[in-house]
Each structure stands twice: as C-alpha cells, then as structure tokens.
C-alpha cells in the first residue's frame, strides 16, 4: 500500500502481452495499478534493458500503435528531493471519447532524458567505454475525467513526486 497525501493507494501487477514483450525484446519489467480508496487509479511502468538498443523505445510508438491518438506532447519539469529537476516528457492522448495522461523519462546509467535518441547514443557510447549500460523506460499514466479534470494531472504529479525517488535508488 502506497500513501499519497493521506490517501491508500493498493497496487495490482499487470501482465504484458506476448506481442508486447517481443517488440520491447525484453521480458524485465514491471508494471503496476494503483488504485486509490478515493477511486482515483494510475498506473506505473518500468521496461529494463542492459545492452538491449530496441527495447527503450518512444512511448508514442506502442500508444499510436494501440489505437490512441497523441494530442497533447511537451515537457514539464518536476521537483524532487532525491534527484533534483527532473524532466519528462508529458502526453495527452484520445481514443474515442476517453483521455489520458503519459509522463515518461529514460534512464540510461546516472541520466535521465526524455529524448529516444539520446538514450539510444549513452547506451551505445556507455558500451563503447565499457560503462554502465542498463537502462529503463519509466511511465507514468492517469486516466482523465473530463476536460474540466485538473485532479487527473495532480496525481499524476504526486504519484511521480512518491514513486521517483523509490525508482532512482532502486535502478542500476
């Protein structure tokens, strides 16, 4: 069980498809619900990879590839105590009458980017000078309301404000 501001939220792992993992070439990952007593939910993801250039890939690709359409795409900066400024890359997608929001960072050894090609070029330099290669995809996503939904993008900020710092210390 996991607080947020006074709120129990109990997560559920969730499994991953076998398309799924063939495309991300990986099968370490990790992929959680949270659900709030309040009713609120968001969901964590994490893909690891050591070595592995495809599994990274842009989150864009598998939620166009799912059938949602990215309507919103820009980054937003996040406070945190353990890491400092965090950038993330923030996504509002629609499929049919529904919306979500996506934040989402690589990591690549020490670094965080939000910028596919980035990550692909410190995976391959970081093997090229026998550094540390692992790294991992991190999303965040909440469900939106309505178009008045400002209580979707607040959690979104507190679930990464509580969850990040648990993430960096964990990661290689």
Excluded: W
């Excluded at 939620?63 to 919103?72: A, D, M, R, Y």
């Excluded at 093997?127 to 979707?152: C, K, M, W, Y």
């Amino acid at each position: 069980i996991l607080d947020i501001d006074g709120t129990p939220y109990e997560g559920i792992d969730l499994t991953l498809d076998e398309r799924t993992l063939e495309i991300l070439e990986t099968d370490d990952y990790l992929y959680r619900r949270y659900m709030g007593s309040d009713g609120a939910a968001f969901e964590v993801m994490i893909v690891f990879s050591t070595n592995i250039r495809n599994g990274g890939h842009a989150p864009e690709v598998c939620l166009e590839g799912s059938g949602q359409s990215v309507i919103q795409n820009e980054l937003e900066e996040f406070q945190l105590d353990s890491i400092g400024t965090l950038q993330m890359r923030k996504l509002t997608t629609r499929r049919n009458t529904s919306q979500s929001l996506h934040a989402y960072a690589f990591k690549c050894g020490g670094a965080y980017t939000t910028s596919y090609f980035r990550q692909q070029a410190a995976i391959f330099f970081n093997g090229l000078l026998r550094r540390n290669t692992a790294g991992a995809l991190i999303r965040f996503t909440v469900e939106v309301d309505g178009p008045e939904d400002q209580q979707s993008g607040q959690l979104l900020h507190k679930a990464i404000r509580k969850i990040m710092p648990d993430i960096e210390s964990s990661l290689p």
